[in-house]
C-alpha cells in the first residue's frame, strides 16, 4: 500500500462510494428547496437521529438555521440527473423545486417529493460545527415510504432491489447504483 500525508481532502474520493441523500428545506416564502448532500449517516436509534453535514456556503445551510427543521429524501437511481442538479445548482440563482411534486408533510412543515422512494421528516435536534462544514442532527419525527417500492421487515420498509435502486456516489460528477445479483443473506 502507498500512503499519502499532504492530501487535498476535497478531493478525498477514496471515501466513496456511499449513498447521496437531498436535503429538503422550504424558505420563509414556503418555496421548497433541494440540496445533494453525500456526507450523511443515521446517528442513534433512541431518540431516531440522522445527521448531514452542510457548508455554511451552502444557501441550504441558512434556510435550516431559519426553520430548524428539514426533509431528508432518498432518491431514486431512475431520477439520479435530480440529484446532479440539486448539487450543482443553488436556490440562490434558480427554484430547484419547479418540477417536483410535493406531498403533504404530517408532522413539520418540510417538503416531501412525490418521487422520492423514501423521505424523513425531521426537527432541528442540535448542530455543531466541524472545520468548515456544520452537522446538522435532525430527530426523525415520520418516515415516509413508496410502499410499491418496499417490501417490510419487523414492521418496518426495506428498500425492494428489484423495484427501486438508491444513487451512490464516487465524487466528481460520477454516479452508481447497486446490483441486486451481488445480495448475500448471511443469516439464512
Ligand atoms: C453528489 C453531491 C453531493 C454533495 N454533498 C454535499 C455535502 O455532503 N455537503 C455539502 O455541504 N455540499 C454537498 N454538495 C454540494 C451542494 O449540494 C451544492 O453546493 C448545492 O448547489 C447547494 O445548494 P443550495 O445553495 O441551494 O443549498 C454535494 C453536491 C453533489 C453533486
Redesign the pocket.
Given at each position: 500500500m502507498k500512503y499519502l500525508l499532504d492530501f487535498n481532502f476535497r478531493r478525498g474520493y477514496i471515501v466513496y462510494p456511499s449513498i447521496?441523500v437531498v436535503v429538503g428545506v422550504f424558505d420563509k416564502n414556503l418555496r421548497a428547496?433541494f440540496?445533494?448532500?453525500?456526507?450523511n449517516t443515521p446517528l442513534s436509534f433512541d431518540p431516531p437521529l440522522y445527521g448531514v453535514?452542510?457548508?455554511p456556503t451552502?444557501?441550504?445551510y441558512n434556510l435550516i438555521l431559519e426553520r430548524e427543521e428539514f426533509s431528508i429524501c432518498f432518491w431514486p437511481f431512475d431520477k439520479v440527473q435530480d440529484?446532479?442538479f440539486?448539487?450543482?445548482?443553488?436556490?440562490?440563482e434558480i427554484d430547484?423545486s419547479k418540477d417536483i411534486k410535493l406531498i403533504e408533510s404530517i408532522k413539520t412543515k418540510t417538503p416531501i417529493p412525490e418521487r422520492a422512494y423514501a423521505v424523513l421528516e425531521c426537527s432541528l435536534y442540535d448542530y455543531t460545527t466541524y472545520g468548515d462544514?456544520t452537522l446538522f442532527v435532525g430527530k426523525i419525527l415520520v418516515i415516509h415510504f413508496d410502499e410499491n417500492s418496499t417490501y417490510e421487515l419487523f414492521n418496518m420498509p426495506v428498500l425492494d432491489l428489484n423495484k427501486k435502486k438508491p444513487v451512490l456516489?464516487l465524487g466528481n460528477g460520477i454516479y452508481l447504483t447497486v446490483d441486486e445479483k451481488t445480495i448475500l443473506n448471511l443469516r439464512k
Open positions: 447521496v428547496n440540496m445533494s448532500c453525500i456526507w453535514s452542510i457548508s451552502r444557501a441550504t440529484v446532479e440539486f448539487g450543482t445548482y443553488s436556490y440562490r430547484k462544514h456516489y
